[in-house]
């Protein structure tokens, strides 16, 4: 069952190209995902490849053949062979207006092409430019990768530049992360627990965690990031998306823009975040990355303090935090409960663990819960246990987020993608930490990042991972 239950009167994608076809996004992730819906018999349209690449079509189809192969999918060779069959390549630069001609002649008789813009975002705007100017702007639906804007202000003209020509029924930015089956679960898990949504607000929340840390650098993408950083490349879009889908109060009902609607209310009722509560670290080790600038201030971490102003959340402290060079790759959600009074027959209980709900997104994707029960024997002191599902059921055997996506803008359903509301909120939100911020604090790969990043939480416990702090010295 769908998400949403979008009317069916929208018309499906009769033809995708994919912009960008030589880039890294394509090769890991988009011909993996297109050959996976081919599989399912979900895909059935023709494939444009464009790129500046000499290539003949036997060459993309080489590319594509190789891509799904790193990419470990089961082989099938029958839907690869359907794929091919329908898939051609049209070379040329975006800043050409041939290209889009050429393009336009390899469409054929396309009603509903859907574009797929997997290129450098300062190219966004030519390629939508193009598209109209190559006549193939009508019946057309956009997929405009992130990051949507470098700020506010970009993201506000390029909103602008892109409404010029297409309207925002059009536009579907996509944010993988939302197309995750952990992402999608939490609805489940909110909204239809009895146990968990008459919780879920500041009476009974004291605080939430949500930690995005990856164990390893940034590669081979020095030049790339060190133009970005943490706070654009996953902050603002995956981390903010996922305070939206936390936050968000039961949409009024099952259609995108209710849902839509929620997300963009929890946005905007968060505060700016201010650089006091702002941590931004750079791993060790980054200013020898190829592409890195050997002076670069770049963060590589970046951890903060969010409000929410709503009647749900306010109060309660929202920690966000995403790094490079971490102890551990782990993305996940812990919302951390008020202590209840005190049992009767403790004089103490300020060291007893909280409850919590735990949600992993990755590597495994399953909610546990901590719980208090009485340790066995004479003692009456509670012990933690965690409730969580045995691992068999913590795999994520759904579709991979591209492949769902890719399927929902063909569809033309835009509940998974970010409405313009919602993305300038996000932009908002970090705006004043983007530029007034102190310098990066260096910290060690392998740790779990600044040290400064402890007192952002101080009277909220730890980050999930860290160790208890090491004692202080002997009064
Ligand atoms: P790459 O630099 O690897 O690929 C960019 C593609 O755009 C290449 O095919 C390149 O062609 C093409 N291109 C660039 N300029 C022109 C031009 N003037 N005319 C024709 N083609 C051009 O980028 P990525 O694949 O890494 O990223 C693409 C988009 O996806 C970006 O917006 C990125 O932020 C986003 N993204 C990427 C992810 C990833 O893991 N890579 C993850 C999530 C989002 P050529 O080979 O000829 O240079």
């Given at each position: 069952?769908?998400?949403?239950?979008?009317?069916?009167?929208?018309?499906?994608?009769?033809?995708?190209?994919?912009?960008?076809?030589?880039?890294?996004?394509?090769?890991?992730?988009?011909?993996?995902?297109?050959?996976?819906?081919?599989?399912?018999?979900?895909?059935?349209?023709?494939?444009?490849?464009?790129?500046?690449?000499?290539w003949s079509d036997a060459d993309l189809h080489e590319h594509c053949r190789s891509s799904i192969a790193d990419a470990g999918e089961d082989w099938d060779q029958a839907a690869f062979d359907r794929l091919i069959a329908r898939m051609t390549y049209v070379g040329g630069d975006y800043n050409d207006?041939?290209?889009?001609?050429?393009?336009?002649?390899?469409?054929?008789?396309?009603?509903?092409?859907?574009?797929?813009?997997?290129?450098?975002?300062?190219?966004?705007?030519?390629?939508?430019?193009?598209?109209?100017?190559?006549?193939?702007?009508?019946?057309?639906?956009?997929?405009?990768?992130?990051?949507?804007?470098?700020?506010?202000?970009?993201?506000?003209?390029?909103?602008?530049?892109?409404?010029?020509?297409?309207?925002?029924?059009?536009?579907?930015?996509?944010?993988?992360?939302?197309?995750?089956?952990?992402?999608?679960?939490?609805?489940?898990?909110?909204?239809?627990?009895?146990?968990?949504?008459?919780?879920?607000?500041?009476?009974?929340?004291?605080?939430?965690?949500?930690?995005?840390?990856?164990?390893?650098?940034?590669?081979?993408?020095?030049?790339?990031?060190?133009?970005?950083?943490?706070?654009?490349?996953?902050?603002?879009?995956?981390?903010?998306?996922?305070?939206?889908?936390?936050?968000?109060?039961?949409?009024?009902?099952?259609?995108?823009?209710?849902?839509?609607?929620?997300?963009?209310k929890v946005l905007e009722a968060c505060r700016v975040v201010e650089p006091e509560h702002f941590v931004r670290g750079q791993y060790a080790g980054y200013l020898d990355v190829a592409g890195v600038r050997p002076d670069s201030d770049t963060e590589t971490y970046a951890a903060f303090r969010l409000?929410?102003?709503?009647?749900?959340?306010?109060?309660?402290?929202?920690?966000?935090?995403?790094?490079?060079?971490?102890?551990?790759?782990?993305?996940?959600?812990?919302?951390?409960?008020?202590?209840?009074?005190?049992?009767?027959?403790?004089?103490?209980?300020?060291?007893?663990?909280?409850?919590?709900?735990?949600?992993?997104?990755?590597?495994?994707?399953?909610?546990?819960?901590?719980?208090?029960?009485?340790?066995?024997?004479?003692?009456?002191?509670?012990?933690?246990?965690?409730?969580?599902?045995?691992?068999?059921?913590?795999?994520?055997?759904?579709?991979e987020p591209y492949e769902l996506l890719i399927e929902e803008a063909m569809k033309g359903d835009p509940t998974l993608f970010a409405r313009e509301d919602s993305v300038l909120e996000s932009w908002r939100i970090v705006e004043r930490i983007l530029t007034d911020h102190e310098p990066v604090e260096?910290?060690?790969?392998?740790?779990?990042?600044?040290?400064?990043?402890?007192?952002?939480?101080?009277?909220?416990?730890?980050?999930?991972?860290?160790?208890?702090?090491?004692?202080?010295?002997?009064?």
């Open positions: 069952m769908p998400l949403s239950s979008e009317p069916q009167d929208k018309p499906r994608s009769d033809l995708l190209v994919m912009f960008g076809a030589s880039g890294d996004l394509a090769r890991k992730k988009l011909f993996p995902a297109i050959y996976r819906l081919e599989c399912r018999h979900r895909l059935g349209i023709p494939v444009i490849g464009v790129a500046r690449e000499d207006p041939t290209t889009f001609e050429r393009l336009r002649g390899a469409a054929g008789l396309t009603r509903h092409p859907i574009f797929h813009f997997a290129i450098p975002p300062s190219m966004f705007a030519t390629v939508a430019d193009g598209i109209h100017a190559g006549g193939l702007a009508e019946g057309a639906r956009l997929i405009i990768e992130k990051p949507f804007g470098r700020d506010h202000a970009s993201a506000v003209a390029l909103n602008t530049t892109l409404h010029e020509k297409f309207p925002e029924s059009a536009i579907f930015r996509i944010d993988h992360f939302v197309g995750k089956e952990a992402l999608r679960s939490l609805l489940v898990t909110r909204f239809a627990n009895a146990i968990a949504e008459p919780l879920w607000n500041r009476t009974y929340v004291s605080s939430v965690k949500i930690t995005m840390a990856e164990a390893f650098g940034v590669e081979d993408r020095g030049s790339f990031y060190d133009s970005v950083g943490a706070l654009r490349d996953v902050v603002q879009n995956h981390l903010l998306q996922m305070v939206a889908l936390l936050g968000m109060e039961q949409p009024v009902n099952e259609h995108s823009k209710a849902l839509r609607d929620e997300k963009a409000d929410i102003d709503s009647p749900r959340w306010s109060g309660v402290p929202f920690f966000l935090r995403a790094g490079k060079a971490l102890a551990e790759t782990v993305t996940e959600m812990t919302i951390e409960f008020k202590s209840p009074p005190r049992p009767l027959w403790l004089r103490d209980h300020s060291h007893l663990p909280h409850n919590s709900i735990r949600i992993e997104a990755k590597p495994e994707n399953f909610a546990a819960i901590t719980w208090l029960h009485k340790e066995p024997g004479e003692t009456m002191m509670p012990d933690v246990i965690t409730l969580a599902p045995p691992p068999e059921e913590r795999l994520d055997t759904g579709p260096r910290y060690a790969q392998g740790s779990w990042g600044p040290s400064s990043a402890r007192r952002l939480t101080q009277h909220h416990g730890r980050w999930p991972g860290e160790p208890p702090a090491p004692p202080g010295p002997m009064p």
